[in-house]
């Protein structure tokens, strides 16, 4: 079956702009999470939405927000990008109550120039 | 907050030997999974191996396994037979489920090389 799809792989902003990054789950996947990843910081959470409903959020600015869709594709926006906010996006989705690991997507690679 | 930590920011193996990849976890629950991911230059996590914390077996999967020590709150993982696709970034994770969702903390990964 197909894996999680993550749209664009790549992406060019400017500062000040935002971006909408999407993932598509694996059927049946309901759970959808996000992390970022960076050299600094390494991988850090975002959000986790099931069932169209955002169920865990981490530490970060409310210029990061994200939806899942009825179909469980989800979307993150970012606005306002800052440098900062250069990094590789990950999705990652799963089956909540099973223990199964995560399957991820290949990402997207933001540059904010 | 669970915090997860690797000691090892890298480590080289000769193709054919092993190599441990160290982990240990800060976490007060006693029902977690634990997981090891490899990432590649290609930039997709793949799962590598996972262990549920109420089983003490160890887990394996082919050439991959791990010492899994509750009580240390350890989780190891042996490469055996290194092969040169083994080369990659490799992140230990931790989870734990809840009503409140779930999320996977992240140790800040080991890359291992594999030299032919």
């Known amino acids: 079956k197909a894996g999680v799809t993550q749209t664009p792989r790549y992406l060019i902003k400017t500062r000040g702009q935002q971006v909408t990054l999407s993932c598509s789950p694996i059927?049946?996947?309901?759970?959808v999470s996000w992390y970022q990843q960076t050299p600094g910081q390494g991988l850090q959470f975002l959000f986790e939405?099931?069932?169209?409903?955002?169920?865990n959020k981490g530490n970060f600015p409310g210029r990061f927000s994200g939806r899942q869709f009825s179909n469980s594709r989800s979307e993150m926006n970012v606005s306002t990008l800052e440098l900062g906010d250069s990094a590789l996006y990950l999705c990652?989705?799963?089956?909540?109550?099973?223990?199964?690991?995560?399957?991820f997507g290949s990402g997207t690679r933001l540059t904010v120039v | 907050a669970q915090t997860v930590t690797q000691s090892q920011p890298e480590m080289s193996v000769q193709e054919a030997e092993t190599v441990t990849l160290s982990c240990t976890y800060d976490?007060?629950?006693?029902?977690?999974?634990l997981f090891w991911y490899k990432q590649p230059p290609s930039r997709q996590m793949i799962l590598v191996i996972r262990?549920?914390?109420?089983?003490?077996q160890n887990a394996t999967e082919n050439r991959f396994s791990v010492n899994f020590q509750k009580a240390a709150k350890s989780f190891s993982l042996k490469i055996s037979d290194s092969q040169l696709g083994d080369a990659a970034m490799y992140f230990c994770?931790?989870?734990?489920?809840?009503?409140?969702?779930?999320?996977?903390?992240f140790g800040g990964g080991t890359r291992v090389l594999v030299k032919p």
């Open positions: 990652a989705s799963s089956i909540p109550g099973t223990g199964d690991g995560y399957t």
């Open positions: 059927s049946g996947h309901r759970s």
């Open positions: 939405y099931f069932s169209e409903t955002q169920r």
């Open positions: 976490t007060s629950e006693s029902d977690y999974y």
């Open positions: 262990q549920e914390a109420y089983k003490q």
């Open positions: 994770a931790y989870r734990r489920e809840g009503a409140a969702g779930n999320k996977l903390t």
